[in-house]
């Protein structure tokens, strides 16, 4: 089943439906060890069992292997995601301020800094099972992200950078995934700390390859279709490898079979190129106020995202701003014209919702449920965002 088009931007087209759960059952019941791992991530030297994080991932437990009994919502009523799973989010948050206790009381405010805020919550309501280690690493990310692009505001407030200047904000970012680590230290499962690991190493990777427009950084690039390609590998390793590998890990962890495995994986690579496509169209439509962040920053950062890419395809201009990176007077604007004249935000848009429609159908084989609803919305609702 094609999703539906939508509006989610002015003039723009948008997606579809159907997938499931039970690559992410907890199936604590038959894994004692699961419940130790998971209490061990609250630094509580006693092992209980009724820890609030063995409650939030019991009641998960229950929201995945229940659901996969039931069938979808008669009548084709939307499913909210978020509030599937509200109770769990709210448990997840504490649990992660927990994680983030420091003797240093200026460390300690810059590490709990942007968990203050209210995010969008994607990665941690795909994989509940992994959230805190998720956000953890997604968060540190952020902080990292924000000193290297010199960004003033993140999630409606100013960036810890500008709050607490870069050396704290650097620190909590180091923090924040020494504290990941030991958490996924604890899951004391081989393949799911390595897939994490990479995580890490990914996110570094992509930061390096957004330094350069293209593979070789000209000073006069010309487009081809290397171009496109070396954006998508750029935007996996900044923002589809920490999604999809949760995803991965969450269903390896729930001990689903190969295929389920690797049908999570790709609904989550999937998904987070989904995402980060719609990301660089606000960039170029949202206000600033809207978004919770500089609008209109990627070319201020001297960055070629997907809508000026594929303007740039049809016009020869754009290619001497992008070898200078923008950084002429009047080379901001110039972009800026150029994309919005061209056919650029449309092909972005359609791109993102192919990514959508591969995210759903990678699930498609799973069992009719609440849960797998749920996952088909949350790709409806990554091409409709706004912020």
Known sequence: MRIQTIRAFPSSSIPRSQLHGACFRCQLTSSRSLYSSFDLINHHPARRRQST??????????????ATSRAASPGGVSVDPLRMVAKEMKFLTGNIRQLLGSGHPSLDTVAKYYTQAEGKHVRPMIVLRLAEITELIHTASLLHDDVIDHSVSRRGNASANLEFGNK????????????????????????????LATV??????????????????EKNPVWTEETISYYLQKT????????????????????????????????????????????????????????GKPAGADLELGLATAPLIFAWKNNKELGTL???????????????ALVL????????????????????????????????????EMAVKTLKRRK
Not at 53 to 66: D, K, M, Y
Not at 168 to 195: I, K, N, P, Q
Not at 322 to 336: I, L, P, W, Y
């Open 53 to 66: 994080l063995a409650q939030a991932v019991s009641v998960a437990s229950n929201i995945f292997s229940n």
């Open 168 to 195: 704290m904000a650097v620190l909590a970012g180091d923090f924040l995934l020494s504290r990941a680590s030991v958490a996924l230290a604890r899951l004391r499962d081989a393949e799911v700390t390595e897939l």
């Open 200 to 217: 890490i190493a990914n996110l570094v990777e992509g930061e390096f390859m957004q330094l350069k427009n293209t593979a070789q950084d």
């Open 236 to 291: 996996y390793l900044k923002s589809a490898s920490l999604i999809s590998k949760s995803c991965r890990a969450a269903a390896l962890l729930g001990g689903s079979d190969a295929v389920t495995v690797d049908a999570a994986y790709d609904y989550g690579k999937n998904l987070g190129l989904a995402f980060q496509l719609v990301d660089d169209m606000l960039d170029y439509t949202i206000s600033e106020e809207e978004l």
């Open 322 to 336: 992008v070898g200078r990176k923008f950084s002429q007077e009047g080379d901001v604007s110039r972009a800026r």
């Open 341 to 376: 004249q061209s056919d650029g935000l449309d092909q972005t848009r359609a791109l993102a919702e192919e990514y959508a429609n591969r995210a759903i159908a990678a699930i498609d084989a799973f069992p009719e449920s609440e849960a797998k609803d749920g996952l088909v």
